[in-house]
């Protein structure tokens, strides 16, 4: 929905998706991770699919590689008035966080 269509709704209206919102965030999550799992499957039984995990060397490679990306976030965040270093601390944080508790 777009934002001028929601500004047209009833405050009572809105407050139903506000209070739905985190219930709909899980319940799409779930769907969707539920269905990747059931494509690579099928993936796997019909096109004999095979799914690598990176070395912890890899992985220590790839954040390597990306660290300018996200240093280069930072400062165009912090460039518009953003606190880059807190998202971007925040965003790992909660990774972490919710890797655990959803794998």
Avoid: C
């Amino acid at each position: 929905m777009n934002k001028d269509k929601w500004n047209s709704l009833p405050n009572d209206v809105k407050k139903v998706f506000d209070d739905l919102a985190r219930d709909q965030a899980l319940w799409t999550g779930k769907y969707a991770d539920d269905h990747a799992i059931d494509a690579i499957e099928w993936a796997k039984q019909k096109y004999k699919l095979k799914v690598l995990d990176f070395s912890a060397k890899d992985k220590a490679e790839i954040l390597r590689l990306s660290k300018p990306l996200v240093d280069d976030y930072i400062k165009r965040a912090n460039g518009v008035g953003l606190p880059g270093d807190q998202i971007v601390k925040d965003v790992n944080r909660l990774k972490e966080k919710y890797e655990k508790e959803y794998k």
